[in-house]
């Protein structure tokens, strides 16, 4: 398979891995705080792209056990969560105006957050946009090399 279709293939997955973080992201965040709800999808999401593209974009390139090809996805993730949480958080403090790091950690990690859903989609999608080029760069390298 040609790396061109490899990558619009893990561009559909993500896509579709999208839809399932930003559905869990904007649910959760009404009833737990932000940044626990944003790992939450994260994680949730990363499993849903990861059965995806061990069934449909790497599938010709298992080389190893389900098992292991699912720790080696997560581990190699790791890096591009990374970069979707932390830029995804600073956007949403900078467009909501915090003035204090000691408030961000307060509004983050122990507050129901109620701000517009449209907000927290876009601070989180231009994370998952961060992050899909790191995600696709280790899955190719790594994971199913």
């Known amino acids: 398979m040609s790396l061109i279709v490899r990558l619009a293939k893990f561009a559909v997955v993500g896509g579709l891995g999208t839809i399932v973080n930003e559905a869990i992201y904007v649910l ?9 709800s944003l790992a939450i999808a994260i994680e949730i999401s990363l499993i849903f792209n990861f059965v995806l593209n061990d069934t449909w974009t790497f599938k010709d390139r298992r080389s190893n056990s389900y098992l292991n090809r699912l720790l080696k996805f997560h581990g190699s993730s790791y890096l591009g969560n ?21 408030q961000a950690v307060f509004i983050l990690f122990f507050s129901k957050l109620t701000t517009s859903t449209f907000i927290l989609v876009l601070t989180n999608f231009i994370g998952i946009l961060s992050g899909f080029l790191v995600r696709f760069i280790t899955s190719l390298k790594y994971v199913w090399a």
């Open 28 to 36: 959760a965040s009404k009833a737990i705080p932000i940044g626990v």
């Open 82 to 102: 990374i970069v979707q949480y932390v830029v995804a958080l600073v956007l949403l403090i900078y467009l909501l105006h915090v003035a204090s790091i000691s």
